[in-house]
């Protein structure tokens, strides 16, 4: 497994290609930095992994592990541009797994996501098919938290 240092901080921290976050301790063994989901900052929904690191001259600071990876084992982001996802799991910050995109195309892949939704009849046969949720929930008059809860079978 290959390592990189980190600088700037208080402590000796390195990142590995897997993600994986250590300090350096005082009797020279490496300690592993436990990181936590937590909802990313800068506008952004979803939620991403961070791990707390010390700063001058005391303090620590959340440090998003994406972030640490960058300019290490991928290349800096350009204008416009954000990391995404392979496999669409955030808890995962393997270098493999973590890609360059444009919003415009994660949205092309996300619109590419909705399933269909069937409305069906007492007796079982299909009376109306719509493009998503929200189309259902829309015609149907019904918030879209009911239609989600009865295509998932919670009601």
Known sequence: MKW??????RYPYRISEDGDVQR????????DIHP??????GGS???YMFVNMAVFPSGHRK?????????????????GEVISYRNGMTQDCSAWNLYHTTHGEM??????????????GRDGTVIDIYRSVSEAARR????TSCVYKRCMGRI
Not at 4 to 9: D, Q, R, S, V
Not at 107 to 120: F, M, S, T
Not at 140 to 143: A, G, L, P, Q, R
């Open 24 to 31: 350096l301790r005082e009797n020279g063994e490496w300690m």
């Open 107 to 120: 949205n092309k892949k996300l619109r590419n996501c909705r399933k269909p939704v069937e409305k069906i």
């Open 45 to 47: 929904a979803g939620r």
């Open 63 to 79: 440090v998003a592990v994406v972030r640490l990876m960058e300019g290490r084992f991928i290349r800096h982001r350009r204008p």
């Open 36 to 41: 936590f989901l937590m909802k990313g900052g």
């Open 140 to 143: 149907n008059f019904i918030s």
């Open 4 to 9: 990189k240092p980190i600088e700037g901080y």
